[in-house]
């Protein structure tokens, strides 16, 4: 259309909605819905374009579009996962305090500790053989095999509590 006429500053301010949709390199579709959301139009019969204020009008679109694109990636103030944070925060801030105060014990030292208690029962299986036969002892020895195997269920294998998959 335009390879044999010179295109003049005026010729851009009365543009076909196609010519914009083909400068701006989208379909027509989108220029209607661009019009829709405020994209500025002439108010001649033929409904054309302004390409200098359509161009304007988009970049402050595309700056407005990218703020709330930021806003959506870091959340803002008031978003879900903000506040999921500030609760995660929050317990551990609590569970640190908890370990600073001597409220919470390692996993691995309470294993520890239940190890030491089943050696010093075993010990016990043995002086009770002594005094009072291997039936005793049988008896004290079944009720530790018991209890070690409820271990890595109560404490779990890797150090979680027990029914944490993940």
């Known amino acids: 259309m ?53 161009v304007q009008w988009r ?16 959340g803002g103030r008031n978003s879900p996962h903000l506040e999921r944070r500030r609760r995660i925060d929050a317990d551990m801030a609590e569970l640190k305090l908890a370990v600073r ?28 053989r002594l005094q009072y036969g291997e039936g005793a002892q049988k008896i004290l020895d079944d009720a530790l095999v018991d209890f070690i195997d409820t271990l890595p269920r109560t404490l779990g294998d890797n150090g979680e509590k027990a029914g944490n998959d993940g």
């Open 2 to 54: 335009w390879a044999t006429a010179t295109v003049t500053p005026q010729m851009l301010k009365t543009i076909q909605q196609g010519t914009v949709a083909y400068v701006l390199g989208v379909s027509q579709s989108v220029i209607g819905v661009w019009t829709k959301k405020g994209c500025p139009r002439n108010a001649d019969k033929k409904k054309t374009y302004d390409l200098s204020a359509v």
């Open 59 to 74: 970049i402050v679109q595309i700056k407005k579009e990218a703020e709330d694109q930021q806003q959506d990636m870091i």
């Open 101 to 128: 105060r001597g409220e919470l014990i390692e996993l691995t030292e309470i294993r520890g500790q239940l190890l030491n208690m089943a050696n010093i029962l075993r010990r016990s299986g043995d002086a009770l």
